[in-house]
């Protein structure tokens, strides 16, 4: 493959892995930050938001590495520039662990992620891992073992949101035999 000016350019070179992992980071952070809706569904608040649609995307569409990336850096960088800070090392690891999940799934046995019933599995296990890890996450900060029972509904809803969005929008992608 050649660019414009003729220089050889590999497919599989570190300046196209950087720029897609830069555009998939921007595309979770985008959706969860300007796509949201906050609702009082817990007691410490609530954020329904379509970042999870873009990692769900992510991970079917470019598998488990690009998926990890992209949830870690994007929603991360999401509390840390909307003034939840505190949450922002763990909400990488989850958001990580989640895409890492999904892509690993997904792409297992040859599959590349292109079976509906495992990429939807993927996401129920990392759905799980989610909202477990959110929970310990506000135990840990809040210093209360009740309270974040009631964000578990709205963290079921995200799931629910960006799966009904992100494995029709995976699926579309892939059709295009673009990746």
Known sequence: MENQLNVPMKTGSKTKELVTSGLLISMVFIATKFINIRLPISINGGLIHLGNTMLFLAAIVFGKRKGAI????????????????????FTFMIRGIMGYIIGSIAYANGRKG??????????????????V???????????????????????????????????????AVKRTKLF
Do not use: C, H, K
């Open 70 to 89: 992209a949830g870690a850096f994007g929603m991360g960088l999401f509390d840390i520039v909307s003034g939840w800070v505190a949450w922002a090392p």
């Open 133 to 171: 890890g959110y929970y310990i996450t506000e135990g840990v900060l809040y210093g209360n073992w009740i309270a974040p029972m009631t964000s578990i509904p709205g963290n079921a809803i995200q799931i629910l949101i960006g799966t009904a969005i992100g494995l029709p929008a995976a699926a």
């Open 114 to 131: 292109e079976r509906f019933l495992w990429n939807l599995a993927g996401i129920v296990v990392s759905g799980v891992v989610m909202i």
